[in-house]
């Protein structure tokens, strides 16, 4: 009952933060099932007993994915939750002797797409820890 209340805050804040549905019922499904298998861990930074920040993480094999976060907007700027959040995330798989924690892909600009300095910071914040940087191929099927 208690992660049905968290992961449905979770599932409601993506909506607000996005101003639509940010993936499937059966991707929303999936998630909640890892969680429920011990596959997943939901972590939820609270202000006085209100959620701010969210961060789902992937885990297989001593190996944590930073898969998944959104921030409650009015606490962003003040709080900077997403990096407190991260690193409690680091330290906690840390403690647990975790081989690797992978935050997610460094966005660099190039010639024809520009991030917003949003997600410039959290790349940013991804490459202080201690990030690699690998080369990443990614395409498009116009089907």
């Known amino acids: 009952k208690q992660l049905d209340l968290i992961f449905n805050s979770y599932q409601e804040a993506h909506f607000l933060s996005a101003g639509r549905k940010t993936r499937s019922d059966e991707s929303w499904a999936e998630m909640k099932k890892t969680l429920i298998a011990g596959e997943a861990d939901l972590f939820v930074m609270k202000k006085k007993n209100t959620p701010i920040s969210y961060l789902f993480c992937r885990n297989y094999d001593r190996v944590a ?8 907007e009015e606490f962003e700027k003040e709080y900077h939750p997403r ?9 906690y798989y840390k403690k647990k002797k975790y081989k690797f924690y992978d935050v997610g892909f460094r966005l660099f600009d190039y010639e024809n797409y520009k991030f917003s300095e949003k997600y410039k910071t959290i790349s940013e914040f991804k490459e202080k820890y201690g990030a690699n940087i690998f080369p990443i191929a990614q395409f498009q099927a116009n089907i």
Do not use: G, K, P
């Open 83 to 91: 990096h407190l959040l991260e690193w409690h995330a680091i330290n």
């Open 65 to 72: 994915t930073s898969w998944s976060q959104v921030n409650i």
